[in-house]
């Protein structure tokens, strides 16, 4: 969107936007005081107008103009603003179509109708959308609030297959990091020690460690390489971590350097990061098998470098198997079809899209008409997939509803 067309079109849109929730706004203020209109309406243009300057702020500076966190809160209050406009439109337009419903049929149907009668717009209408607009807007912004909101996820899964050395085997998993987007370097740590707390066995991350390059991690190579477990710390690509999303070279860096330097990385951190291939994970006289392979995705936007077959081969024979495969699509897509003895699959990448809704059993999200499995336990038959909706965070600073989550698996012999 950084054209002149794709930003005239933007702006152009806002506009719009602006004028249509304004008409709206002037409805339900009616029977207020001219005093009290003026300063309705000073205010929302005055909101209106800034995020149309921060817009196009946004789109003509490189992202040395301002700070990191300005930055990044300015573009995302701007987003805010925009989508809650949206979300009170769709109230207008009904309204819109009802008021036009209303005036056909009068021209068709009335006996006598009074020359040029206006259709006043519907109080209950304009004032639910104002509302809904308006606690969309709050959401986001205190959403800004908990993006550093480390929740502890519990959970037991019980399996026939299970080696008896491995029951109460307890995994830590977490997905998503993100590094490029994290403004706080002490409220990562805390989050890093939350998952340090936990005394796990073993330590599985399920890809998307930087949001583009592999220099993201400089500054929290300190943080991560204290994630340590008695066998080891397993991890795994996820799209983002190709750069598939950046213009290469970068400051003479090629893509495929890129690539090289974010495993590294990994290796840097102490790390086993898994490229299509499997681990033997013992404990007393038992074994499992715990397979990891590239990004895979059965959206055709979204990268396919993962090789299942090749990571598979060679675990035919043992009694349970882990997969650790970053997106989610995957597990319907390949394993359940073709791949019936893989246990238990651990996902990440769709981060309940950082908005949503939780409580107790009932869960939504917008992401859910993209993703039918999109965050917690999924099952078919004895196979098992847990989606982890991220530790960090992209594009919307922040998240309502939808905590970033540390999940505890304790392995259970059914």
Known sequence: MRTPLGTTILVTLMILLDFYVFSALEAVSVYASPQTQTIIYSLYWTVAILAIIGLVLFVFTDAHFMAKKIRTYLFATILAFFFAQIVASAFFLVDDVRRILQWGFQK????????????FRSQILSWAGLAAGAALFTSLV?????????????IKLAFKNLPEAFNGFKIVHFSDVHSGSFMNKKAVEEGVQKILDQKADLIIFSGDLVNDRATEME??????SRIKA???????????????????????????????????????LGWRLMMNEYETIRK?????????????????????????????AGT????????????PSHWETEVVTEYPDVDLTLSGH??????????GNFKWSPVQYMYKKWKGLYEHGNQKLYINPGF????YPGRVGIMPEITVIELVKA
């Open 230 to 268: 008695p066998m080891g710390v397993y991890s795994t690509l996820g799209n983002h971590d190709y750069g598939d999303y950046v213009r290469w070279p970068y400051h003479g860096v090629s893509r495929e350097e890129n690539l090289e330097h974010l495993k590294q990385v990994h290796k840097q």
């Open 284 to 312: 007393g006289n038992d074994e499992i098998a715990l397979i990891g392979i590239e990004n895979w995705s059965a959206k055709a936007r979204f990268p396919k470098h993962g090789d299942m077959k090749k990571a598979y």
């Open 108 to 119: 068709a149907f009335a006996q006598q109708t009074t020359g040029g009668s206006v259709i």
């Open 142 to 154: 205190l959403g800004f609030t908990n993006k550093y909101n480390y929740r502890i996820k519990r």
């Open 350 to 359: 769709t981060h309940g899209m950082q908005f949503g809704i939780e409580i």
């Open 392 to 395: 960090g965070f992209i594009g």
């Open 316 to 327: 035919e024979n043992y009694p349970f198997k882990i997969l650790i495969s970053h997106d």
């Open 219 to 224: 500054n929290y190579m300190d943080v991560f």
